[in-house]
């Protein structure tokens, strides 16, 4: 028992050499199992356990080795860790601190990528109604990418010969490492400033890893913000990045995006010459149309021209003329063989009526010398004169002086008495 009692340590101490023993002899493993109860902690850190069908062991990643992953951890995901056995001695539990962290069967960057990717499609980061059209007529341009890439020169190369006038900004980039998202993503928010008509996201093409910066979420985010039309020419034709998605149009290399978005110089040579062709016969048709617009508002002018109207009316003055001294000859015409027939009816009326006159004269003279109260009384006939005029007998009064006046006396009378005779 005395020597039970001198091997006797403390807890704390047994867990030390447990630690030290775990650790010296763990010291790199490399498990896969089952992700679960995962926590990504305020503090960066990330808490969870892997498992098989019969045993748990619990993990931890830190801050440091965490921010490296390209992905996220998922409830059930298969995975593989790169780690070593630490234990912690206030508990006595031990853990697995995880170095790398891959889904197990595929890449940590392929699944990196399908994450994202759904990720940002749920956001609506490449729905087709975000996306901006790109203009027709380009005038300026900013290229974030390499400055001393080949596929800045390919793209140069095919600007100028496609659009020689477009004014290009480059802005050199860093397109390949871990600091080249955020150096991307930086330009372009700063290419959004420069007021040009489109930016183009480009760098030549490479592996997964050397195209990773543009599979960055920072990148989608400084691409969707941006207000000016973007963009991405990544890669070759087969190699398709998150950057792809969220850009308003995807070119498959970096000069196929010049051949894209400029237009052909010769194409508008050729066009401008169609054009000048169709603008100088249509010309031509609106002069012919014209020239005899012209010369039909002069017929016009000429027709309604005070001239003109002076000369109309004067014809007409000269028709109403003609026509009127021809009515008025044929008028007087007829009035003159009115006035022959009228003088002769009138010359025989006067003649007839003449005849007829002298002989109902000659009735009248006989029936009045018939007639003629004096004839046989002119010795005895007297007419009564009073006071200068003629006057009947009856007309007298008592005391009255008239006159008696035959053909040959005249005897003054003074009336002495008057009877009437019944």
């Known amino acids: 028992m005395s020597e039970l009692l001198s091997q006797t340590q403390s807890v704390s101490s047994l867990n030390t050499q447990i630690k030290s023993l775990l650790e010296s002899t763990f010291i790199h493993v490399c498990v896969e199992g089952e992700v679960s109860r995962f926590t990504y902690h ?14 748990t062991l619990s993990c931890v990643m830190f801050k440091g080795n965490n921010s490296k992953m390209k992905f996220r951890l998922e409830e059930g ?12 001695v206030p508990r006595g539990s031990y853990q697995l601190n995880c170095v790398a962290i891959e889904p197990s069967g595929s890449g940590a960057l392929a699944k990196a990528y399908e994450q994202l990717k759904e990720k940002l499609k749920h956001r609506g980061y490449f729905d087709p109604k975000n996306k901006k059209i790109i203009p027709k007529n380009i005038k300026t341009m900013a290229l974030v990418t390499s400055g001393t890439g080949a596929a800045l020169q390919d793209m140069l190369r095919v600007a100028q010969k496609r659009w ?25 928010a700063y290419a959004d400033t420069l007021g040009v008509d489109v930016i183009v996201v480009s760098r030549g093409g490479g592996s997964i890893e050397d195209l990773w910066g543009f599979n960055e ?12 039309p973007i963009v991405s020419a990544v890669g070759h034709e087969i190699d398709f990045v998150i950057s792809d998605f969220v850009a308003d149009l995807r070119a498959p290399t970096p000069s196929a995006a010049m051949e894209m978005i400029l237009p052909d110089k010769v194409e508008i040579l050729l066009g401008l010459d169609g054009l000048s062709d169709r603008i100088q016969s249509l010309f031509g048709r609106i002069i012919h149309q014209k020239n005899q617009e012209l010369l039909n508002l002069k017929h016009e002018f000429k027709r309604y021209s005070f001239e003109q109207k002076i ?8 028709i109403l003329k003609e026509q009127f001294i021809a009515k008025l000859t044929q008028v007087l015409e007829t009035k003159q063989r009115q006035k022959i027939v009228l003088a002769e009816n009138l010359s025989f009326t006067h003649h007839q009526n003449l005849i007829k006159w002298e002989q109902m004269l000659r009735n009248l003279k006989e029936a009045f010398s018939a007639k003629d109260p004096t004839l046989g009384l002119n010795e005895t006939f007297a007419q009564v004169i ?15 002086i008239f006159e008696l006046q035959t053909q040959h006396v005249i005897i003054e009378s003074k009336v002495m008495s008057k009877k009437k005779i019944d």
């Open 77 to 88: 995901m298969n995975v593989i860790i790169h780690g070593s056995i630490s234990v912690f």
């Open 164 to 188: 020689p006038l477009v004014k290009i900004k480059i802005l050199d980039t860093i397109v390949q490492g871990d600091s080249s998202a955020v150096h991307i993503a930086k330009n372009i």
């Open 386 to 400: 009073r006071a200068g005029k003629t006057i009947r007998a009856e007309e007298l009064q008592r005391d009255d």
């Open 42 to 55: 305020s503090s960066g850190h990330l808490y969870f356990s892997i498992k098989d069908d019969k045993s």
């Open 311 to 318: 000369d109309m009316m004067s014809r007409e003055v000269k």
């Open 217 to 228: 979420e920072i990148v989608a985010d400084a691409i969707f913000r941006a207000h000016t």
